[in-house]
T-cell receptor, first 112, second 111 residues
Framework: GAGVSQSPSNKVTEKGKDVELRCDPI?????LYWYRQSLGQGLEFLIY????????KSGLPSDRFSAERTGGSVSTLTIQRTQQEDSAVYLC??????????FGPGTRLTVT | RKEVEQDPGPFNVPEGATVAFNCTYSNSASQSFFWYRQDCRKEPKLLMSVYSSGNEDGRFTAQLNRASQYISLLIRDSKLSDSATYLC????????????FGAGTILRVKS
């Protein structure tokens, strides 16, 4: 079956512009996560959606970052007024409750 | 204290060696445990789940020690292709069962 998909795969943007990153989780997966990973670094948790519960936004680094999940499925991560330090790979993952996470291929964001 | 802690390594081992990684977790109520593998510039992928009774998959063995709150991964007969970062993952009951990743342990297998 289809795995987690993310779009775009690569995004180059100018400093100060807004970007939207999209994640399509595996159908039926109730949990959805966003992470970012800078080159050579570990995964940095950003936000967690679980069913209809309020999202856990504890990992969002600033108020320029926001995410939503519509209809319990597709999620969009928005970064406003991008900065060079936002350059990283943004990974999305989905899972069923306590089950293992499945990751998408990521979006490589470059802010120039 | 971090929820999930791992030795970052790197572990540099020759081909054919046996290597073991440990990972400690802070919440005694955690119920789900996994090992993931991440290759350079790739997304993490599930290596194996960790069950209470321990489990083995070929050259890989995972163990859970609830009393001491750690999980382990043993790799026997290391191959060059085992070189990767190994990530320990534990669910966090106090945060809606969010899965929490450790920072990873780097393994380099050399010929």
């Amino acid at each position: 079956g289809a795995g987690v998909s993310q779009s775009p795969s690569n995004k180059v943007t100018e400093k100060g512009k807004d970007v939207e990153l999209r994640c399509d989780p595996i159908s039926g997966h109730t949990a959805l996560y966003w992470y970012r990973q800078s080159l050579g670094q570990g995964l940095e948790f950003l936000i967690y959606f679980q069913g209809n519960s309020a999202p856990d936004k504890s990992g969002l680094p600033s108020d320029r970052f926001s995410a939503e999940r519509t209809g319990g499925s597709v999620s969009t991560l928005t970064i406003q007024r991008t900065q060079q330090e936002d350059s990283a790979v943004y990974l999305c993952a989905s899972s069923i409750n306590l089950g293992e996470q499945y990751f998408g291929p990521g979006t490589r964001l470059t802010v120039t | 204290r971090k929820e999930v802690e791992q030795d970052p390594g790197p572990f540099n081992v020759p081909e054919g060696a046996t290597v073991a990684f440990n990972c400690t977790y802070s919440n005694s109520a955690s119920q789900s445990f996994f090992w993931y593998r991440q290759d350079c510039r790739k997304e993490p992928k599930l290596l194996m789940s960790v069950y209470s009774s321990g489990n083995e998959d070929g050259r890989f063995t995972a163990q859970l020690n609830r009393a001491s709150q750690y999980i382990s991964l043993l790799i026997r007969d290391s191959k060059l292709s085992d070189s990767a970062t190994y990530l320990c993952v534990v669910n966090s009951p106090e945060y809606g069962n969010k899965l929490v990743f450790g920072a990873g342990t780097i393994l380099r297998v050399k010929s």
